[in-house]
C-alpha cells in the first residue's frame, strides 16, 4: 500500500491473523446468505429471529472448531456420513418430535464435534455438540452443548453411553472447553444418574428447552 506521495506504507496487521478474521467474516455472510434464502417462506419474526440466532451461533461454532484437537478414542469417533442413516434411526427411537435436519446440520458444520459409538463396526449411538462463546472476566470462554445424544435400545445399560461420554469429554478438556451444559428430562432418571455419576451438576430446571416437558439443566466444569 502506498501514500500521496508514492511512499510504501507497511502493514503491520499480522498476516495471518488478518486470513483467520477475513475467513471468520466470510463463513458469517454465507451463513446469513443461507438465512435470506428463506425469505419467500411466511415465517413469523421471532422465528426469523431465533433462525438467525442459530445460523450465527453455528457459524462461530464452526470457526472455534477449525483447529480441534482430536484425542485417541476406542470404538468411538467422528461421523461419516454413510453413517447418518444408522444415526436416524437411533433418533427415531429415542426422541418423538427430533428431526432430522439439525442432525444433518452438525454433521457437515461441526463433524469433528459429531461422535458416533460402534461395537462390532456397528452404530450403536451417537452424541452431538455445539460451542458457545461465554464473555467472562478474563475474555471469553468456550462452552459446550450436548444438543441431542442417544443409544440403540438393543444396547442400553452396557456401558455405550456412559464411554461415548466419557470420550468426548477427554476431547473437550483437550480443546479447552470450560464447561459442558446439556438439558435431560427429569422423569429420564437413568439419564440423570449417569449425568451425575460422571460429575454433572443440575444447574435449574426449566420448560423452555424441552418443549412441554420439564427438564434439567446440568453442567459439568472442566476447568
Same mark, same amino acid.
Given at each position: 500500500?502506498?501514500d500521496?506521495?508514492?511512499?510504501?506504507?507497511?502493514?503491520?496487521?499480522p498476516?495471518?491473523i488478518?486470513?483467520?478474521?477475513?475467513?471468520?467474516?466470510?463463513?458469517?455472510?454465507?451463513?446469513?446468505?443461507?438465512l435470506?434464502?428463506?425469505?419467500k417462506?411466511?415465517?413469523?419474526?421471532i422465528? !426469523?429471529?431465533? =433462525?438467525?440466532? %442459530? +445460523? @450465527?451461533?453455528?457459524?462461530? $461454532?464452526?470457526?472455534? *472448531?477449525?483447529?480441534?484437537?482430536?484425542?485417541?478414542?476406542e470404538?468411538?469417533?467422528?461421523?461419516?456420513?454413510v453413517?447418518?442413516?444408522?444415526?436416524?434411526?437411533?433418533q427415531?427411537?429415542?426422541?418423538?418430535?427430533?428431526?432430522?435436519?439439525?442432525l444433518?446440520?452438525?454433521?457437515?458444520?461441526?463433524?469433528?464435534?459429531f461422535?458416533?459409538?460402534?461395537s462390532?463396526?456397528?452404530?450403536v449411538g !451417537?452424541?452431538? =455438540?455445539?460451542i %458457545? +462463546? @461465554?464473555?467472562?472476566?478474563? $475474555?471469553?470462554k468456550? *462452552?459446550?452443548?450436548?444438543?441431542?445424544i442417544?443409544?440403540?435400545?438393543?444396547?442400553?445399560?452396557?456401558?455405550?453411553?456412559?464411554k461415548?461420554l466419557?470420550?468426548?469429554?477427554?476431547?473437550?478438556?483437550?480443546?479447552?472447553?470450560?464447561?459442558?451444559?446439556?438439558?435431560?428430562?427429569?422423569n429420564?432418571?437413568?439419564?440423570?444418574?449417569?449425568?451425575?455419576?460422571l460429575?454433572?451438576r443440575?444447574?435449574?430446571?426449566?420448560?423452555?428447552?424441552c418443549?412441554?416437558?420439564?427438564?434439567?439443566?446440568m453442567?459439568?466444569?472442566?476447568?
Amino acid at each position: 500500500m502506498k501514500d500521496k506521495n508514492g511512499n510504501i506504507i507497511r502493514d503491520n496487521f499480522p498476516a495471518r491473523i488478518r486470513i483467520v478474521f477475513e475467513n471468520f467474516i466470510n463463513s458469517i455472510i454465507h451463513q446469513v446468505s443461507d438465512l435470506m434464502s428463506l425469505s419467500k417462506i411466511c415465517i413469523k419474526p421471532i422465528m !426469523y429471529l431465533i =433462525y438467525f440466532k %442459530r +445460523l @450465527i451461533r453455528d457459524a462461530i $461454532g464452526a470457526f472455534l *472448531i477449525r483447529n480441534w484437537k482430536q484425542t485417541e478414542k476406542e470404538s468411538v469417533m467422528s461421523i461419516e456420513d454413510v453413517m447418518l442413516p444408522e444415526v436416524f434411526r437411533i433418533q427415531e427411537e429415542g426422541f418423538e418430535n427430533q428431526g432430522q435436519n439439525e442432525l444433518i446440520k452438525y454433521s457437515k458444520k461441526l463433524r469433528k464435534i459429531f461422535y458416533v459409538i460402534k461395537s462390532q463396526d456397528q452404530v450403536v449411538g !451417537y452424541s452431538t =455438540y455445539y460451542i %458457545r +462463546l @461465554i464473555p467472562s472476566l478474563k $475474555g471469553f470462554k468456550k *462452552i459446550s452443548v450436548i444438543c441431542s445424544i442417544s443409544v440403540d435400545k438393543s444396547f442400553r445399560r452396557n456401558g455405550f453411553g456412559e464411554k461415548l461420554l466419557k470420550e468426548s469429554i477427554q476431547e473437550m478438556k483437550l480443546n479447552k472447553v470450560s464447561s459442558i451444559l446439556l438439558y435431560v428430562s427429569v422423569n429420564n432418571t437413568s439419564a440423570v444418574k449417569l449425568y451425575e455419576k460422571l460429575g454433572f451438576r443440575i444447574i435449574k430446571e426449566t420448560k423452555n428447552i424441552c418443549g412441554d416437558k420439564r427438564c434439567y439443566e446440568m453442567e459439568l466444569n472442566l476447568i
